[in-house]
């Protein structure tokens, strides 16, 4: 089993090339200007243009307008859309890019509502009232483990060097998503911590 890995908040050149020297299979650019990780599009238009062919850039997206998300499209190059706000099954349809929604979930049974939407990929995030992501809050191991049964999971909140074995030995996900654990102060990445986790998943890859 080869689990994959996003790392979000990217904000400039350099974390961008050494994540996607590392292995990211995704890098995560978010405009939201309520987060400290927020980038405009014309930055990340430039950081995106620099990147592989093979690493998928996503842009992150909270309770935007249509009109938005598709000019950021345009302007940036993203090769998928994620949704991390309060998007309902319908605000979810129609974009010509694979369409990835977030869900911050505290039990088993809101996880009915992953069903409704079209997606490509569900995002588990842990739940933070008021807060959309980045909170390093964990998602209970049993009912990410659950959620993998309904669609490809990302599975999101407090991933890190320190407890990526642990974790997915307990859910297997298809893709991590990774932020605030890798970084020095929100927005720059920590080098040594992207190379620590994905020596971490290497050594791991054996046992899967």
Do not use: W
């Amino acid at each position: 089993m080869h689990i994959r890995v996003k790392i979000c908040g990217i904000t400039n050149f350099d974390d961008a090339q050494y994540s996607a020297e590392e292995g990211a299979a995704a890098l995560g650019f978010i405009f939201y200007d309520r987060s400290p990780r927020s980038i405009k599009p014309g930055a990340a238009g430039r950081i995106i243009a620099s990147l592989p062919r093979d690493v998928l850039s996503v842009g992150v997206f909270v309770n935007s307008s249509r009109r938005f998300i598709e000019e950021t499209i345009s302007q940036t190059g993203i090769g998928a859309v994620q949704l991390s706000g309060d998007e309902s099954p319908e605000e979810c349809l129609g974009f010509a890019l694979p369409v990835i929604k977030a869900f911050r979930i505290r039990t088993k049974a809101e996880l009915a509502q992953i069903s409704r939407y079209q997606i490509s990929a569900a995002l588990l995030d842990g739940y933070h009232e008021g807060h959309y992501g980045g909170t390093g809050i964990r998602v209970n191991p049993e009912i990410a483990r659950e959620a993998t049964t309904l669609l490809p999971i990302i599975l999101a909140g407090g991933l890190g060097p320190e407890n990526i074995r642990e974790t997915v030995m307990a859910v297997r996900p298809q893709t991590i998503d990774v932020n605030s654990s890798l970084e020095q102060s929100p927005g720059k990445k920590d080098f040594q911590k992207i190379s620590l986790l994905f020596r971490k998943l290497r050594e791991l890859q054996c046992e899967l």
